[in-house]
């Protein structure tokens, strides 16, 4: 008989619950998002810029806890769709400035009532458990 580990089933790993959530609620986006052509990561890129309209790769890396090898492909797509452009900063040639245009700021209006449409990502949850759940997920994500 093979020994058991406790430590090794998938209803003792508090990682399972979460990567199946996320799954879920990034499908939960894609009935609103595919007609638009976009992927779940491309509307958290424009939620970024339409918040702050410039931003250097670096900090949208940190803000939406990506690498820039994820970042860099998906900015290339965008910038060649006419949404954003990328430039060199001119304070330090080694930072890439992205910026939102004018057809990426039009974007907003088609995504304005997407959040609404999902009700807290389409938890069961309450308001109360998902304000809970959202400090506790950032309480990981910045430990």
Not at 88 to 96: I, L, Q
Not at 117 to 125: D, Q, R, Y
Request: aromatic letters at 10%.
């Amino acid at each position: 008989m093979a020994q058991q580990y406790e430590q090794l089933k998938l209803g003792n790993q508090l990682c399972f619950p979460m990567y199946a959530c996320a799954r879920k609620i990034v499908n939960g986006y894609n009935p609103y998002l595919k007609p638009l052509g976009l992927t779940y990561t491309q509307y958290i890129v424009f939620m970024v810029l339409w918040d702050m309209e410039n931003v250097n790769v670096g900090q949208l890396g940190e803000i939406l806890h990506l690498d820039a090898g994820t970042l860099t492909p998906l900015l290339k797509r965008l910038e060649k769709e006419g949404y954003v452009t990328r430039k060199r900063s001119e304070e330090d040639e080694r930072v890439t400035v992205v910026s939102i245009t004018e057809k990426g700021n039009e974007l907003k209006e088609k995504c304005k009532d997407i959040p609404g449409k999902l009700s807290a990502c389409g938890t069961p949850l309450t308001e109360k458990e998902a304000k809970e759940l959202y400090r506790l997920l950032y309480k990981f994500l910045n430990k």
